[in-house]
């Protein structure tokens, strides 16, 4: 091990497709690890914080804005690099419908490929063990928070909601139970909209943003 400590930041961006947790990797061009797929990220600037740090390398990889973004922990294991490196480690949200259509209108960038984030390829450094620290940070949050919210457009119908903890928790939950838990949530506000299509008519709903628990839970229970 060589060279000076150096402070990196790294981001696991998490969305949907259909009914997967997805994210994005970006495949690396030079050693160590050349040719494999790792977490998105890049050094700290000498005049750069470090939500500006993570915001810049969600935009640099997706095009988006988070609708989640929040730090996630520090990684700093002497060896998880040749050189010494401790990585700041943020997790972020994207809404679906929004990266559909960035993808449908710009393309993914270059080197950028989505995997579900049950089936990843080899990853660089410890960076596989980073994922899973996150998706198990996002499994327990997500039964006691409206961070569900994050994945979803500003409206959706119960369904909707019902899939994002399916795919998030890995499991299917029941209509009857996850509507009677979830509608007794005064975080949970009712609209004048509803959602048409092959089946009957459903109600939209969307989060209060003045309230960030979902009261019942925890629906990962």
Do not use: C
């Not at 002497?78 to 943020?90: G, L």
């Not at 994207?94 to 993808?103: H, I, K, T």
């Not at 979830?182 to 989060?207: D, N, Q």
């Amino acid at each position: 091990m060589t060279g000076a400590l150096r402070v990196a930041v790294s981001t696991v961006i998490f969305s949907l497709r259909g009914e997967r947790l997805m994210i994005p990797l970006v495949r690396r061009t030079r050693d160590p690890f050349a040719g494999r797929w790792a977490l998105p990220g890049g050094w700290l600037g000498a005049e750069e914080g470090l939500d500006d740090a993570a915001a810049r390398t969600l935009a640099d990889t997706t095009g988006l804005s988070a609708s989640w973004l929040e730090q996630l922990y520090a990684f700093g294991d002497v060896d998880r690099s040749p050189d010494r490196v401790v990585s700041i480690v943020y997790w972020a949200l994207l809404r679906s419908d929004l990266v559909e259509a960035q993808r449908s209108a710009a393309g993914a960038p270059e080197n950028v490929e989505w995997f579900d984030v049950d089936a990843l390829p080899p990853l660089a450094f410890d960076h596989a063990d980073i994922v899973a620290y996150g998706a198990w940070r996002l499994r327990n949050k997500v039964g006691y928070s409206r961070i569900a919210a994050g994945l979803l457009p500003d409206e959706f119908t119960l369904t909707e909601l019902r899939s994002v903890y399916e795919a998030v928790l890995g499991r299917r939950m029941d209509p009857s139970n996850f509507r009677r838990l979830i509608e007794g949530s005064p975080a949970l506000v009712p609209t004048e909209g509803m959602r048409t299509g092959s089946h009957r008519p459903a109600r939209l709903y969307r989060y209060d943003a003045e309230l960030d628990s979902i009261d019942p839970g925890p629906l990962s229970s």
